[in-house]
């Protein structure tokens, strides 16, 4: 059977969600039987999301192949809970660089490489090379409809749609006008007029708005876009992103979807959906937990999206526990100012070190690993989080002064934390973008420890092996010159390469520390709503023990 397309493309202004609402209807289409798929398209000109700056991109999601990639990528895989790959996410950087090698290597004999058809043909080309036995792609084109650098790819949907059967959704921004108490349909209908300039007629409306939509907007946009109104989705501001599968099953998008598609219009089975979303919004049993970093703070807002993945991965431990979540963003750099009493008095159950690069608040996170050190407060420091509690480890118990990383502090006198060496000569040549370690690698986890009991009591009993696979992306690496000095120390290295070369947890002794632990790999990658990671189950279940 051929592929069935669903197409998603925003109006009016960006960040409405469309990766949500993707992942949203992926769910809803996976419960009810079908085998599905989803790709992301970036217009932007980068190769990929690796060098781009997280206080202005947000998260930069790794698949288990080593793809560098927009955090919508890891929405898809939680909410699938599948995993892609990085040939799930399309850039304008990878589609050109195609086109320009196919024409140095004489692809075209001979005629000039063009617009139309060579990029539009490399677009389909990207597209169907990750399809594999998926009875329906989800395709999410990123930007606003109008906007210049997603007219090809939006050409591409259209030809696709010309071949095989689609949908086309369009997820747009319906602004509220306080002044006079209504939503105002005229940005959307514009956006209709240019989405049909390409040639696409949407098939469905998802409306995002600040109050629910009324009937007489629904039905002005319904006439404007040629709908029957009940194919105009209200998906308005909520609180929990894992509420909105279940709005949409409210409305049968699903089975209007299956419809249109001449496929059987089943319903999706979302018990165990369902059941995970009670418990984040009925748990009565509070758990508050610092999240400490460089990027939680945009301006004068909380950037949420840098540690996205970190944040879910919380949310579906604390389902499982049936906690209260409650996560306190910690300024690292304003620790260095204002001293660790900044995170004293939030009274955190627990401190979360997550990944970071550079300088700039270094010094705010070791005061934090060192205050939940001495204060017997769960911690789980994750990449750099792990480096810096290792750094403030040799600093104050093994008294090695001025102890640091090499990438702080290149002529530090204790380098705890060096560069691995293949790396060195990409920095030399300055070569930033997929050069550092990347993707899923082998964790052999040393018996005995706060690792392997976590992994052995909560991961899937086909997986709980001494050896296991998480995602990596870091640069720098412990230095085993300084194990044994640490070792003696109480400082425990549970987790290595299978050569035992590199390390890859850390934790200390329980007589030390009822629970620290710190790894070089991202388990947040791996988390899913209905399947939390072992990690942040521990870390959790842990402070309903203190």
């Known amino acids: 059977m051929h592929p069935k397309f669903i197409f998603t493309v925003g109006g009016v202004l960006s960040g409405l969600g469309k990766g949500i609402t993707t992942a949203s209807i992926g769910l809803l289409l996976k ?13 932007y000109v980068s ?45 304008t950087g990878k589609v050109f660089q195609a086109v320009i090698d196919s024409e140095r290597h004489f692809q075209y004999a001979g005629r000039d490489a063009e617009m139309f058809p060579d990029i539009i043909n490399e677009i389909k080309a990207q597209i169907f090379k990750v399809i594999t036995n998926e009875d329906i792609v989800l395709v999410e084109i990123g930007g606003t409809t109008g906007d210049l650098e997603n007219q090809p790819f939006l050409h591409a949907a259209r030809e696709i749609g010309k071949d095989y059967p689609a949908v086309y959704i369009l997820v747009t921004y319906l602004p509220f006008l306080k002044n006079v108490g209504e939503l105002k349909t005229k940005p959307t209908q514009h956006a209709i007029i240019r989405l049909r300039e390409t040639g696409i007629v949407p098939d469905f409306i998802i409306t995002r708005n600040e109050i629910p939509i009324d009937k007489p907007r629904i039905e002005t946009l319904a006439k404007r876009a040629f709908l029957n109104p009940e194919d105009i989705i209200d998906n308005p501001d909520t609180d929990l992103i894992y509420k909105i599968p279940l709005l949409f099953n409210q409305a049968r998008l699903a089975q209007k979807i299956l419809t249109k598609l001449h496929l059987k219009p089943k319903s999706p089975r979302l018990k165990p959906w369902k059941t995970f979303v009670k418990n984040l919004t009925t748990a009565k049993k509070p758990v508050r937990v610092a999240l400490v970093g460089k990027y939680v703070k945009h301006g004068s807002n909380h950037h949420r999206d840098v540690y996205i993945s970190v944040i879910e991965a919380l949310h579906h431990a604390a389902s499982n526990l049936k906690l209260k979540l409650e996560i306190i963003p910690i300024d690292a750099a304003r620790l260095e100012t204002k001293g660790v009493n900044e995170l004293a008095k939030t009274n955190p159950q627990a401190i979360v070190l997550p990944q970071g690069w550079g300088s700039r608040g270094t010094e705010g996170k070791i005061l934090a690993a060192q205050y939940a050190r001495e204060n017997q407060i769960p911690y789980l420091g994750l990449c750099f989080g792990m480096q810096l509690a290792t750094i403030e480890f040799a600093r104050n118990v093994a008294h090695l002064n001025h102890a640091n990383s090499t990438e702080i502090n290149p ?16 920095l030399q040549q300055h070569q930033y973008g997929g050069t550092i370690r990347l993707g899923s690698w082998p964790c052999k986890v040393k018996k005995g420890t706060l690792l392997y009991e976590a992994y052995q009591r909560y991961a899937p009993p086909a997986t709980r092996h001494q050896l296991v696979h998480e995602r990596h992306r870091h640069r720098y690496e412990f230095n ?10 109480g400082f425990i290295i549970s987790g290595t390469s299978p050569d035992d070369k590199l390390v890859e947890a850390i934790e200390l002794d329980t007589k ?10 991202h388990p947040e990658y791996q988390s899913r709503p209905l399947s939390p990671h072992p990690l942040f189950l521990a870390l959790l279940e842990k402070t309903t023990q203190s």
Do not use: W
């Open 47 to 91: 190769i990929d999301a690796g060098t781009m700056r997280p206080a202005e991109h947000g998260e930069t999601f790794v698949t288990a192949d080593g793809g560098e990639i927009d955090q919508d990528l890891g929405h898809y895989e939680r909410f699938l809970n599948q995993d892609l790959t990085r040939h799930h996410n399309i850039t």
């Open 31 to 43: 419960s009810a039987g079908y085998k599905v798929t989803c790709i992301k398209i970036d217009p």
């Open 480 to 489: 085993n010159h300084y194990r044994a000095r640490l070792n003696n120390l």
């Open 512 to 521: 030390l520390h009822p629970f620290f632990l710190g790894t070089q790999f």
């Open 411 to 426: 002529a530090t006198k204790h380098p705890i934390i060096h560069i691995m060496p293949q790396q060195k000569k990409y």
